[in-house]
């Protein structure tokens, strides 16, 4: 119940196309949902978040799609560009600070030029 | 700010030996979280501290691995003795009530370790 399931593994796009990766969750005290964004040889960094009380939320290419009664989410990258070349994990956590983000297993995504 | 700090950003040592992984969080923060990141296994959390107390040390593996957090800007992750299966990448975070979001993580750069 603590998961949060990934997928694809791995993605290519043509440069400005449509980049989607899905995740799914289980249990329904999540009220978090963090997408992040690793760079070979960095950390991941936080790139968009919502909670499940919008289905949507957009930030300037990057928007959040949130299916509250099918327990997915999922991130959108339009107009993708070589740049946007990195691992993707999805993530989810409850409200309580005390609670630790559950992380998806990641998304390889390769942007062709 | 200068973000999370972990030290060394590579470390390679053989079988048998014990390795210490620093880390400082960014100032002000009151959460650090201790992760490890194989391809096999993804994004696994070890522990994480609150105003220097662990909170859940679940996702330590074994005896073999322990963290400390002496102070607000200091932690240590030591493995002794190490083993080849622990080669991954280690990652501390840092969060607090200040940022983008509250209560977000902050990664820092990441220790690779090499067990031979």
């Known amino acids: 119940q603590q998961q949060v399931k990934q997928s694809p593994q791995s993605l290519i796009v043509q440069k400005g196309g449509i980049s989607i990766i899905n995740c799914a969750y289980e249990?329904?005290?999540?009220?978090?949902f963090p997408w992040y964004q690793q760079f070979p040889g960095k950390g991941p960094a936080l790139l968009i978040a919502?909670?499940?009380?919008?289905s949507e939320k957009k930030e300037g290419r990057f928007t959040i799609s949130f299916n509250k009664s099918a327990k997915q989410f999922s991130l959108h990258i339009m107009d993708s560009q070589p740049g946007d070349s990195a691992t993707y994990f999805c993530a989810a956590r409850k409200g309580n600070r005390d609670d630790k983000i559950i992380f998806g297993k990641g998304t390889r995504l390769h942007i062709l030029p | 700010d200068a973000g999370v700090i972990q030290s060394p950003r590579h470390e390679v040592t053989e079988m048998g030996q014990e390795v210490t992984l620093r880390c400082k969080p960014i100032?002000?923060?009151?959460?650090l979280f201790w992760y490890r990141q194989t391809m096999m296994r993804g994004l696994e959390l070890l522990i994480y501290?609150?105003?220097?107390?662990?909170?859940?040390d679940s996702g330590m593996p074994e005896d073999r691995f322990s963290a400390k957090m002496p102070n607000a800007s200091f932690s240590t992750l030591k493995i002794q003795p190490s083993e080849p299966r622990d080669s991954a990448v280690y990652f501390c975070a840092s969060s607090g009530t200040s940022g983008r979001a509250a209560y977000e993580q902050y990664f820092g750069p990441g220790t690779r370790l090499t067990v031979t």
């Open positions: 919502i909670r499940p009380d919008v």
């Open positions: 249990n329904t005290a999540f009220d978090y």
């Open positions: 501290f609150n105003n220097n107390v662990p909170i859940d």
């Open positions: 100032s002000g923060h009151d959460y």
